[in-house]
C-alpha cells in the first residue's frame, strides 16, 4: 500500500522560502516517479514539479521555474520541494503524488498519471 505524508506547510511572508516533505512508504521511490501539485481555492489541481523515479531528470510548471526544487532523499523516503521567492500566487495546499512507473504515459504535467496522493499541506503566503 503505497502511502504519502505531506508536512512543513505554513505562513510565510513575501520573499520568503519554505520546504515542504513528503515521506512515502517504503518501495515507493524504486516503482514511482514523483510530482507536487497545488490548489488554490476554487481553481483547479495544477502541476508544479516532477522528478522521474531515477531522480535524474525533473521538470518545473513555467510559474515556479528558478523559484522551486524538487528532490529526494532515498534513504529518508522522502521527497522534498524547495519554495524560495514565494509570493501570494503560490498561496494553495500542495499535494505530492507517485505515478507508478509500470502504467506511466509521460504526461507529467497531468493528475491523471498519478495513482497516489498525499493529504496535503496549506502554504499562505502574506503580503
Known amino acids: 500500500q503505497v502511502q504519502l505524508v505531506e508536512s512543513g506547510g505554513g505562513l510565510v511572508q513575501a520573499g520568503g522560502s519554505l520546504r515542504v516533505s513528503c515521506a512515502v512508504s517504503e518501495g515507493t521511490l524504486n516503482s514511482c516517479a514523483m510530482g507536487w501539485f497545488r490548489q488554490a481555492p476554487g481553481k483547479d489541481r495544477d502541476f508544479v514539479a516532477y522528478?522521474?523515479?531515477?531522480?535524474?531528470?525533473?521538470r518545473y510548471a513555467d510559474s515556479v521555474k528558478g523559484r522551486f526544487t524538487i528532490s529526494r532523499d532515498n534513504a529518508k523516503n522522502t521527497v522534498y520541494l524547495q519554495m524560495n521567492g514565494l509570493t501570494p500566487k503560490d498561496t494553495a495546499v500542495y499535494y505530492c503524488?507517485?505515478?507508478?512507473?509500470?502504467?506511466?504515459?509521460?504526461?507529467?504535467?497531468?493528475?491523471?498519471?498519478?495513482?497516489?496522493w498525499g493529504q496535503g499541506t496549506q502554504v499562505t503566503v502574506s503580503s
Open positions: 522528478m522521474t523515479r531515477s531522480g535524474a531528470t525533473t
Open positions: 503524488a507517485a505515478a507508478p512507473v509500470v502504467t506511466y504515459s509521460g504526461t507529467y504535467y497531468s493528475v491523471t498519471e498519478y495513482a497516489y
